[in-house]
């Protein structure tokens, strides 16, 4: 039986070794050969992986001093490999040139290392016999991997103290510490016992935040937005709340807390904030093109701390339809102003004016809309938005000329578990929005309501593959259509519905030719990703769009649908976007569209 030592669990076990070597530059390492007995080729992989030999050879290492640094750090890294996989009883031989590594003299070195040839047995696996934490909370769940009978792997062992120190940290002990470890190899039938002791230490309440670095933001606008929970029990979760609230505004490139050594007296824990802010001024632009509906173009201009308590000011606009086949040009223009931690450190209120000409297939349009609202974050993914707004708009379709002027009351909630807001491989995406209107002109009143939901899954090695589809479903309530502005009703057809299907063109007949936007609105999508390389994919899509003309779906309607092919090419603002694609289904298109953009088409 022996006691093994291990270095602190905070740290990876290792076997450090510090040389002073004098000689002189030699040729390269020519061979390195790595035997591993007993026939586990997943073992040998990763000792191989691991190696710190075959990295110099792999790099064209060439001074004999830096070949024998990692000969002689080798036994320590193959080492910790084979304690990793449960292996306490091997034995590593390493030779330069013939001539054992640990036996050469560091003052006389070889003018020239040419072959080094590393063999391991690593014997026989261990078990665990005894495998004990204590105390820990109720209700912790260590690893699977770490009780009697089990491989006993050291990254298990680790695995198992992490898993203590953060169960005691999260019931309110932040100060909670390994005192004592206790870990025997019985050679004799290869079981290891590991017995881990924790010192939780007194329950602790935060004291006080106390900011360490300068901001252009004020003292008593960072505190309101951080929401920092002075006298409540201790939680790394509230800590990290703390930090994302600070993050989510923009204000800041850097935000950072540390927690005070010691507990005070009355077992309050003081948290240091550093930040170091953003700048303050930001603008982006935006461009896309497609075969039938033109050039759209778009840019921004935003402020991150327009007052002095992370107040975002945004202005943006944009043009789309420009040389467009189908429709005319149009214009859009708005601002919106965001203040953080209005109602609470949750909670921002925001204002915003925006003003629209569009000349769309089957109306024209000069709009403009104002309000004001309130943005709740309820998780680190889901969020809520409510306003109050006013909607005017002058309008002329097949109807004649028209104007609304209505009162607004959107509601939204957004779910958003993507991996990544670029480019996903994993997660799901769901936005859904109402919005009821009261006419204050003599029209009707009623209420728009519409969702997109998204999924996106990974399949093969390192998601090569990705599958993501896309539903869309809207419908709008009033009791006389003409009491709907046109841009609250749906159309099908374009990039963002129906590929390879005109923008816009799939609606509900009126009159001789006239066309207008149905009351409900249905489309599906799916695309079948495929990474080539490290930043270029393909991709084969296929859309459907269902347009009615009644509320939820009734009444008379019609499909179309287009398939087609695309190719992207990844940058870090996102995938370049090329898709072609042609109608499969319908009477509203054919011919092959062409859509080129950034960003995936969802």
């Known amino acids: 039986m022996r006691t093994l030592t291990f270095a602190p669990l905070w740290r990876r076990i290792c076997l450090p070794v510090a040389l002073t070597i004098l000689g002189q530059s030699a040729l390269a390492l020519d061979t390195v050969q790595i035997t591993v007995l007993g026939g586990d080729s997943d073992l040998e992989r990763t000792l191989k992986a691991a ?54 003299p560091v003052f006389n070195l070889p003018a020239q290392i040419s072959a080094i040839e590393i063999t391991v047995d690593p014997g026989a696996p261990f078990t665990f016999g005894t495998a004990r934490v204590a105390p820990v909370p109720p209700g912790t769940k260590l690893p699977d991997g770490f009780r009697s009978g089990e491989r006993a792997e050291s990254t ?42 924790f010192s939780p230490g007194p329950k602790a309440r935060f004291g006080r935040m106390t900011q360490t670095t300068d901001s252009a933001v004020r003292a008593e606008r960072i505190a309101r937005i951080a929401g920092f929970p002075t006298g409540q029990t201790y939680s790394p979760e509230a800590l990290d709340k703390v930090v994302n609230r600070l993050r989510r505004t923009g204000a800041f490139s850097s935000v950072s807390v540390t927690e005070a050594e010691r507990l005070n007296s009355d077992d309050t824990l003081d948290v240091g904030l550093a930040l170091a802010d953003e700048k303050p001024r930001r603008f982006g632009f935006g461009a896309e093109l497609s075969s039938l509906e033109g050039i759209g173009l778009s840019a921004y201009w935003m402020h991150r701390n327009l007052f002095g308590g992370a107040e975002r000011f945004r202005v943006e606009g944009e043009i789309t339809g420009i040389a467009g086949q189908n429709s005319g040009t149009d214009y859009r223009l708005g601002a919106r102003l965001e203040q953080p931690a209005t109602f609470g450190p949750d909670t921002t209120a925001f204002g915003y004016v925006n003003a629209a000409y569009e000349d769309e297939p089957a109306y024209i349009s000069r709009s403009i809309d104002l309000g004001a609202g309130m943005t709740r974050i309820f998780s680190d993914t889901l969020s809520g938005e409510i306003a109050v707004g006013l909607h005017y708009s002058d309008i002329t379709d097949v109807f004649g000329d028209r104007d609304f002027f209505q009162l607004t009351l959107p509601i939204g909630l957004t779910w958003d578990r993507r991996n990544d807001l670029l480019d996903a491989t994993s997660g799901t995406f769901l936005r859904a929005e109402v919005a009821p209107f009261l006419s204050l002109n003599g029209g009707g009143s009623g209420a728009r309501a519409f969702a997109d939901a998204r999924a996106y899954r990974g399949l093969g090695a390192g998601d090569r593959f990705v599958l993501a589809g896309r539903v869309q479903a809207g419908t709008v309530y009033s009791d006389d259509v003409q009491d709907i502005p046109p841009e609250y009703l749906f159309f099908s057809g374009g990039g963002n519905s129906v590929r390879g299907q005109p923008y816009q063109s799939l609606g509900i007949p009126e009159g001789m030719s006239g066309l207008r936007g149905g009351r409900s609105y249905l489309a599906l999508s799916t695309e079948l990703r495929a990474s080539i390389t490290d930043t270029i994919g393909v991709v084969a899509f296929a859309d459907a769009g269902h347009v009615s003309d009644d509320s939820l779906f009734g009444g008379d309607g019609d499909w179309h649908a287009g398939a087609g092919l695309g190719l992207r090419y990844k940058t870090p603002i996102g995938p370049l976007r090329l898709d072609v694609a042609g109608p499969i289904s319908g009477d509203t298109g054919d011919g092959v569209q062409v859509y080129l953009g950034i960003g995936q088409a969802f």
């Open 51 to 104: 190696s710190l030999v075959q990295t110099a050879k792999d790099d064209g290492e060439a001074d004999p001093r830096d070949v024998m640094a990692a000969a002689l750090a080798e036994y320590g890294r193959l080492t910790e490999v084979l304690y990793a996989n449960g292996y306490y009883g091997g034995v590593i031989r390493i030779r330069v040139d013939g001539r054992e590594a640990g036996r050469i």
């Open 156 to 197: 298990q062992i680790q695995a198992a103290a992490d898993a203590a120190h953060l169960a005691w940290r999260q019931a309110g002990h932040p100060k909670a510490d390994l005192t004592r470890q206790s870990l025997t190899a019985d050679h004799r039938d290869h079981t290891l016992s590991a017995d881990l002791q």
